[in-house]
């Protein structure tokens, strides 16, 4: 387990530092151009966390048939899943070139005209990044199923080398903007899944893609693939979809609270990692358990790898709540962006702390079994129910602006752990069947 997750924690370091990088370095053109490239990421989010959650079914098909020992299915799983992940994103790029005015003003309505800007700029960049981003999202899982996350920790070292490199020259030598922030992600994204290709064809992988022949469809295991990777995929969409349903309403708080949002989200996000990295092994740890049918294996490590995600909520947030000021202030944004921002830093590592790892480290003990569908509908009731609707009421009726759409989020995480606790200590996700 060391071995899989430490180059996790440092994978996801870095996979987060992305987002981070062009925010902090973005803002050195103006909050303009923050609020436009935080408003294209909360929607690339969206079609991100599908990429996971579709790697994800991947992941538990290959994890559970390396643990029956089945290495052909294995193999034969590996191919399908890269069949998916090209055919879906490619899809969602051309979808999101011809129709990415009319969805920005969908989702966020009237927005200033510097802002729309920057934001259309941004979203088509990345729109033409996503199938690159799904074949390196479908290596990745490949080889966390093999227990080997070395690969793509060092391919995620060089996505964040080269777009920290092109984010200096193009934004700060050739003064190109949000343009350059833009551009120099879909170069990193572009390498990333060419090195990612080259990986997965080598001989000696055992999940060895090497052949054209290997992503002819197979409905079969494609099947069992989406079993997982639909419900996942409708719970890290609806998840999305109600994160930006109430991103509409903070942008009706101001450039300020658009910023401040912005940076708090993406400072918070590191104080997640540990809780992710845990998540992503879990999938590999549980779904070989479960493979190879040791019922009280998979028991006993999905405990012990949620309290080791618990030890590092604990360690990064307290981290957090001593250092939120400096890390607000580090953005150069105006004295009330700031203020904000300081105030959601720490009402994050207050809650974070509690229910962080229950909500989302915990379900993917369940996803491993292929007990998806519970989390899935545990997670979008959660989701409209109280995240969105006590979200508007909170910063809307009650008058506590971006804050209120924070605390809507906290409400929505405890009610997420107590349910997915229940399902977890009943046993009910063991009894599921994938392969």
Same mark, same amino acid.
């Given at each position: 387990m060391k071995k899989l997750i430490v180059p996790l924690m440092i994978e996801q370091l870095l996979a987060v530092s992305i987002g981070l990088v062009d925010t902090l370095?973005?803002?050195?053109?103006? =909050?303009?151009?923050?609020?436009?490239?935080?408003?294209?990421?909360?929607?690339?989010? !969206?079609?991100?966390?599908?990429?996971?959650?579709?790697?994800?079914?991947?992941?538990?098909?290959?994890a559970q048939y390396i643990g029956k020992k089945n290495v052909d299915e294995a193999?034969?799983?590996a191919g399908q899943l890269m069949f998916i992940m090209v055919v879906f994103s490619g899809a969602v790029m051309l979808f999101v070139l011809f129709g990415y005015r009319f969805l920005l003003r969908l989702i966020f309505g009237q927005i200033s005209d510097d802002v729309m800007r920057s934001a259309e700029i941004y979203f088509i960049l990345s729109a033409i990044s996503y199938p690159f981003l799904g074949v390196y999202n479908a290596g990745a899982a490949l080889f966390r199923s093999m227990g080997n996350s070395k690969i793509s920790m060092y391919n995620s070292f060089v996505m964040n080398v080269l777009n920290i490199g092109g984010n200096a020259v193009l934004i700060y030598g050739?003064?190109?903007?949000?343009?350059?922030a833009a551009a120099a992600t879909l170069f990193s994204r572009v390498v990333?899944?060419?090195?990612m290709t080259v990986m997965l064809c080598r001989k000696d992988n055992p999940l060895c893609i090497n052949r054209i022949g290997c992503l002819k469809p197979q409905k079969s295991t494609?099947?069992?693939? !989406?079993?997982?990777?639909?419900?996942?995929?409708? =719970?890290?969409?609806?998840?999305?979809?109600?994160?930006l349903s109430v991103s509409s309403l903070t942008s009706t708080f101001g450039t300020a609270s658009i910023a401040a949002n912005a940076i708090s989200s993406n400072i918070a996000s590191f104080a997640n990692i540990?809780?992710?990295?845990?998540?992503?092994?879990?999938?590999?740890?549980?779904?070989?358990?479960?493979?190879?049918? =040791?019922? =009280?294996?998979?028991?006993?490590y999905g405990r012990k790898l949620l309290f080791m995600a618990y030890v590092g909520i604990w360690l990064t947030n307290l981290a957090l709540a001593f250092s939120a000021p400096a890390l607000a202030g580090v953005f150069g944004l105006s004295e009330e962006a700031t203020e904000i921002a300081t105030r959601l830093l720490y009402s994050f590592a207050a809650c974070a702390v509690?229910?962080?790892?229950?909500?989302?480290?915990?379900?993917?003990? !369940?996803?491993?079994?292929?007990?998806a569908k519970f989390t899935m509908g545990v997670s979008v009731f959660s989701m409209w129910v109280f995240r969105v609707i006590s979200s508007y009421f909170i910063a809307g009726t009650l008058g506590f602006g971006v804050l209120g759409v924070w605390i809507g989020m906290y409400i929505d995480w405890f009610f997420r752990s107590a349910c997915f606790v229940i399902r977890f200590c009943g046993g009910k996700w063991l009894n599921r069947k994938v392969v």
């Open positions: 370095m973005v803002s050195s053109v103006g =909050e303009a151009a923050v609020s436009g490239v935080s408003l294209v990421d909360s929607i690339s989010m !969206l079609i991100i966390q599908i990429l996971s959650a579709l790697a994800t079914g991947g992941a538990v098909v290959c193999k034969k799983s050739l003064q190109m903007g949000v343009l350059g990333s899944s060419v090195v494609i099947f069992k693939i !989406l079993s997982i990777g639909i419900p996942s995929g409708i =719970e890290n969409g609806m998840f999305q979809i109600g994160k540990p809780g992710n990295a845990i998540g992503l092994a879990i999938v590999t740890v549980v779904g070989r358990c479960i493979g190879a049918g =040791e019922k =009280e294996q998979a028991k006993k509690v229910a962080w790892p229950l909500s989302f480290t915990l379900p993917n003990v !369940l996803r491993a079994a292929g007990d």
